[in-house]
């Protein structure tokens, strides 16, 4: 992801707790890692531990252009069906996380006025009222196996 705010590229690792940027106007290139710590998670029964370690986990880095917030974004996704021996995955649950300024995530229900797109390339978020259709706090998942709308105050963690 490119960032407007600090000027530079970033790349999210694995989990979600790490990132690498690069400054394009340097010579050096080298690369700058920050450490990012979960501040709260939501509760999770059991059940629901059990349901989100089973499935396939992606991590999503996304900055809003109009209000400055950055957001990483866990995606959970479960066979859904099997169609001539390929597995078609289906999203059963979706975490955001607000960054604030000093590398701590802290899980947030409530993004207000934007619209979060998850796509198979590309990652980013608009606010909902400047296009007709779009509705605040929400996800919206296309990909090329499924295309789905994800109300962040609706999640309830009951699968």
Same mark, same amino acid.
């Given at each position: 992801?490119? %960032? &407007? &705010? +600090? +000027? @530079? !590229? /970033?790349?999210l690792g694995s989990g979600g707790h790490? *990132?690498?940027s690069w400054d /394009? /106007? *340097?010579?050096?290139h080298k690369p700058k890692f920050n450490r990012f710590f979960f501040k709260t998670i939501p509760h999770l029964t059991k059940a629901n531990k059990?349901? $989100? +370690? %089973?499935? !396939?986990? %992606?991590? /999503? !880095?996304?900055?809003s252009r109009t209000t400055n917030e950055t957001f990483v974004v866990k995606q959970y996704k479960k066979t859904a069906e099997i169609i001539n021996g390929t597995a @078609?995955? &289906?999203?059963? #649950?979706?975490?955001v996380f607000k960054l604030d300024n000093i590398a701590k $995530?802290?899980?947030?229900?409530? =993004?207000? +006025? $934007?619209? =979060? !797109? $998850?796509?198979?390339?590309? *990652?980013f978020c608009v606010p909902s009222s400047s296009f007709p259709g779009l509705f605040p706090n929400h996800v919206k998942i296309l990909d090329s196996e499924e295309t #789905? =709308?994800?109300?962040?105050a609706d999640q309830k963690w009951n699968f």
């Open positions: 992801m490119f %960032s &407007k &705010k +600090d +000027d @530079r !590229f /970033h790349v790490l *990132t690498g /394009h /106007h *340097t010579q050096t059990e349901l $989100l +370690d %089973s499935c !396939f986990k %992606s991590e /999503h !880095f996304v900055e @078609r995955m &289906k999203t059963v #649950a979706v975490m $995530l802290f899980y947030t229900q409530d =993004i207000g +006025d $934007l619209c =979060i !797109f $998850l796509t198979k390339y590309e *990652t #789905a =709308i994800v109300n962040l």
